[in-house]
């Protein structure tokens, strides 16, 4: 009798069965941000246990250097988290079963990475630089990130508010910014993208107008090696992929936080 072959399961078959499907994590697309959302927060950078979202990382002493803010189903995260290995990613999302999403593909993916090194087939990352929490970016940020740790802030596709009442619920105001540019170290980046166009140029006008930012091209930036970063930007997520298919028009719109010179 033949012996029987055995068989082994390729990575992508085993990624497969262990991601989560969105259609079980079913949630409105927007939420509201004024709104009570029960959420628990730190009650300052310092006592986060980092540890605990980056268990690859305990003992660098390292804390998040990328911060997507309404990251969505984690599109920008998992695709950047292999081109950047050694820099801790951070997601932070309002809605808990999209949260909840994101957090079990991560674990899956980190899963998928051991079956793989345990001798199935090799895959290019395990993703242990990314993780997300369930937070109001405009209520708590400080409450994350302690002064000048980001080198990159996200913003992509973020909820556009059209009623004129309601353009004090979007992410990018006067207000906000301050804190932004507390975060955000001298030279980082802001990155900006949405396929609203009224909305693109509410965020370029306010951001220019802030003392502590000053816009770059994208030119510049990739020159700059942030290429790969901008083409995550341009095609991650999936509202990109929703514009792109659907042949729509992305406005990106990017500045960087400036050095500011103290006279004695």
């Known amino acids: 009798?033949?012996?029987?072959?055995?068989t082994q399961a390729t990575s992508s078959q085993i990624e497969n069965f262990l991601l989560p499907q969105k259609k079980h994590y079913r949630q409105r697309a927007h939420a509201n941000p004024f709104s009570d959302h029960s959420l628990d927060y730190p009650s300052s950078p310092g006592v986060i246990h980092w540890a605990s979202h980056y268990p690859a990382f305990h003992d660098t002493g390292k804390i998040p250097e990328f911060a997507d803010i309404g990251c969505g189903f984690g599109g920008l995260l998992i695709a950047l988290a292999p081109l950047f290995p050694d820099v801790l990613m951070l997601g932070m999302e309002i809605r808990v079963q999209v949260s909840q999403y994101v957090e079990d593909r991560i674990a899956a993916l980190r899963v998928t990475a051991s079956e793989s090194s345990a001798g199935?087939?090799?895959i290019p990352h395990d993703y242990q630089n990314v993780s997300v929490v369930r937070a109001n970016a405009m209520k708590f940020?400080?409450?994350?990130f302690s002064?000048?740790?980001?080198s990159s802030l996200f913003f992509l596709f973020p909820d556009p508010h059209f009623k004129s009442r309601k353009h004090k619920a979007r992410i990018i105001s006067p207000?906000?910014?301050a804190e932004y540019a507390f975060v955000l170290r001298p030279g980082g980046i802001v990155y900006t993208i949405t396929d609203v166009k009224d909305l693109h140029e509410w965020m370029k006008v306010h951001l220019t107008a802030f003392p502590l930012f000053e816009p770059v091209d994208e030119e510049t930036l990739r020159k700059e090696g942030k290429g790969p970063i901008i083409d995550a930007v341009y095609t991650s997520t999936e509202e990109g992929k929703k514009v792109q298919r659907n042949g729509g028009d992305k406005w990106l719109a990017c500045f960087r936080r400036v050095q500011v010179s103290r006279n004695s």
């Open 1 to 6: 009798m033949a012996k029987r072959k055995r």
């Open 147 to 150: 002064k000048h740790s980001l």
């Open 141 to 144: 940020l400080p409450n994350y």
């Open 120 to 122: 199935i087939d090799a």
């Open 175 to 177: 207000t906000l910014l």
